[in-house]
Each structure stands twice: as structure tokens, then as C-alpha cells.
């Protein structure tokens, strides 16, 4: 059976003690970080930007999963990477030119992501599956957590995964939105690897965060 990573999104976290929930992530399991960056622009709210992530980067030495929901991204890919991110994703509305963009998060040495939203289509991706490491899909319209699950997204799921398989290709898909202990099951059984869960991982049981990511890891 495939092992399932799941990437706790701080966007749940306690914006007061940030380090302190990352620590307690990376103790109870987690395999990664997720960081929601929104400019209010691309997505209607605002988070964090790369000092708040330089300062929570000695927390842990779990990877930055930073997730860039801004437009324009190319720009900032640089401050991102400064401050501690090892993987950096980006929308493909957000870049003129996707594989310039690509190629200077590589020329930095992290890893790249491409987030499909809800209503993107794989083809926005399609060629440059070969270049990339992971594909974000958005379950929800991205902006905010605590949103339900769009069911749609699954078949893209299956489509991208079928994909990889065809083409013999590595790429990790990941999906971010709504990840319950319900769709988690779903997802993974379309092949999805990485599941974001800030709401699920941070609210369920009270915030048992072992239980809750442990419960997310099984299918
Ligand atoms: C939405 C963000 C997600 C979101 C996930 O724009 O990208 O990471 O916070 O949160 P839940 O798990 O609450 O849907
Ligand atoms: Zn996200």
C-alpha cells in the first residue's frame, strides 16, 4: 500500500503561536508544513509573507510546503525561497510565462508545484508534467479554509493519475480543500498522495493532532 503524507495547513493554526503549533505538528506526525500566502488580489484574503515564514523556519525541519496563491508570483519566488521554502507551488493564472517560472524555482533548487484550481483544467499543466514535482489540486475555490469538498475534482484526480501512469512520470499529486476523514478516503483512492488539511487536523477531537493526522493517513 501506498504511503499517504499529509501537510497540515497553519492557515488553522493559532496565529498567536505559530512556532509552537508547527513544533507540535512535526511531533504528532505531520510530514510537511503547509503555508497558505494570499495577496487579497488573486484570492479574496490576506495571510502571511516570507518574514513570517523566515521567522517560523527554525521551528522544524520538516520541508515548507508553501503554497503561493498571488498574482503576480514570478517576482516573489525568490523572496519565498529565501525564507525557507523547499516546496513552492503556483497557480498558472498567476505567471505570464509558466515555465520561465518553473525553471527559477528549480534554478533555486526547490521543488515546484503546480495548483490546478477547481475550474482549471489539467491541459493549463499538461506540458510541463515532466518538469514538475508535485500538482496541487484545489477542492475548493481557494481563499479560505473550513470550505466543503468539490466533488468534481475528483475525476481530475483520476485523469492526472492515469497521466503519470502513461507517461511513467513521478510527479506527487496533492489536493488542498475539505480534507475530511471522509474524502480523505476518497482521495487517496483517486491517487492522491498529499492530503492539506488545516480545519480536519486542527479542529477534529478536540485537536488531537496525532489522532487526527494518523486518522487522515488511513484507508
Ligand atoms: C484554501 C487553502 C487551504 C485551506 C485548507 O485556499 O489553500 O490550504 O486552508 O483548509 P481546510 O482543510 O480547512 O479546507
Ligand atoms: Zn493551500
Known sequence: MKKIQVSPSILSANFSKLGEDIKR????????????????????NLTIGP?????????????????LMIDPVH??????????????????????NILETINLI???????????N??????????HLDKIDLVLIMSVY?????????????????????IRKERKLN?????????NFETSKIAVEA???????????FKENNGDLKRNIKTLKQI
Not at 51 to 67: A, N
Not at 191 to 201: A, E, N
Open 25 to 44: 505538528l512535526e511531533q504528532n506526525g505531520a510530514d510537511m508544513i503547509h503555508v497558505d500566502v494570499m495577496d487579497g488580489h488573486f484570492v479574496p
Open 171 to 179: 510527479f506527487k499529486i496533492e489536493i488542498d480543500g475539505g480534507i
Open 118 to 127: 477547481p475550474d482549471t483544467e489539467i491541459t493549463a499543466a499538461e506540458e
Open 51 to 67: 518574514p513570517v515564514i523566515k521567522s517560523l523556519r527554525k521551528y522544524t525541519k520538516l520541508p515548507f510546503d508553501v503554497h
Open 142 to 162: 481557494p481563499g479560505f479554509g473550513g470550505q466543503k469538498f468539490i466533488n468534481k475534482v475528483v475525476k481530475k484526480v483520476e485523469d492526472l493519475d492515469q
Open 75 to 96: 517576482k516573489y519566488i525568490k523572496d519565498y525561497s529565501d525564507a525557507g521554502a523547499d516546496i513552492i507551488t503556483f497557480h498558472p493564472e498567476a505567471t505570464e
Open 191 to 201: 491517487g492522491v498522495d498529499i492530503l492539506v488539511s488545516g480545519t480536519t487536523v
Open 106 to 116: 528549480k534554478s533555486l533548487d526547490k521543488k515546484v508545484g503546480i495548483s490546478l
